[in-house]
């Protein structure tokens, strides 16, 4: 079974400090995607990644990609509250059709 | 476009009784999904169609579950009979060949007394 692995998961912090948290797999993925969901919502895409150590922003958020395609981490620089959420990765191993989501990181801003 | 719909939203029933979930796809979308969410478990696919035909029912916890797609633009979900374990909330998604992400829907909170 290919799992997917989020760290923490839970993280709880003050307006305006900064935050990683990461997602990691011993297996290789084809691509990876972040996604955000809020309370009685759907998770919505934040970002697809695809290539080995591949960096993308989103405004104050920042996804890097592992070289070996193994992991992933979304930083988050002066987090406000309407960051708040549960953040989930997904990915997609290679060969396979389907996502595979972890656990997801419930993270709270507090003002 | 309105996204993926679901319906119901919220559905409370008695243990032993079917329920049945719906999902409209964004239309375009050729590949849709079904995904169940628990505080324990976390998000669990269930089945997943493409071009309508189930191509993966791996997920799905037993033969209570059964799901359907007729058209390009409609899919259930039934449960028969349901119990208290299946309480979840309910997500269906939907993607193209030409883009991976996934766009769901609000889900069904499914309730089982």
């Known amino acids: 079974t290919q799992l997917l692995e989020q760290s923490p998961q839970f993280l709880s912090i003050q307006e305006g400090e900064n935050l990683t948290v990461y997602c990691n797999s011993s297996?290789?993925?084809?691509?990876l995607q972040w996604y955000r969901q809020e309370p009685g919502e759907g998770p919505v895409l934040l970002v697809t990644?695809?290539?080995?150590?591949e960096v993308k922003k989103l405004k104050r958020l920042t996804f890097q990609f592992g070289d070996a395609r193994k992991d992933s981490s979304l930083h988050i620089t002066a987090a406000q509250p309407g960051d708040t959420g549960l953040y989930l990765c997904a990915g997609l191993f290679q060969g396979a059709q389907k996502l595979v989501f972890g656990q997801g990181t419930r993270l709270t801003i507090n003002p | 476009d309105a996204g993926v719909i679901q319906s119901p939203r919220h559905e409370v029933t008695e243990m032993g009784q079917e329920v049945t979930l719906r999902c409209k796809p964004i239309s375009g979308h050729n590949s849709l999904f079904w995904y169940r969410q628990t505080m324990m478990r976390g998000l669990e696919l269930l089945i997943y169609?493409?071009?309508?035909?189930?191509?993966?029912d791996s997920g799905m916890p037993e033969d209570r579950f059964s799901a359907k797609m007729p058209n390009a633009s409609f899919s259930t979900l039934k449960i028969q009979p349901s119990e208290p374990r299946d309480s979840a909330v309910y997500f269906c998604a939907s993607s193209s060949t030409e883009d991976t992400g996934y766009t769901f829907g609000s889900g069904t909170r499914l309730t089982v007394v």
């Open positions: 169609f493409n071009n309508n035909v189930p191509i993966d």
């Open positions: 297996s290789v993925f084809s691509s």
């Open positions: 990644v695809v290539t080995g150590g």
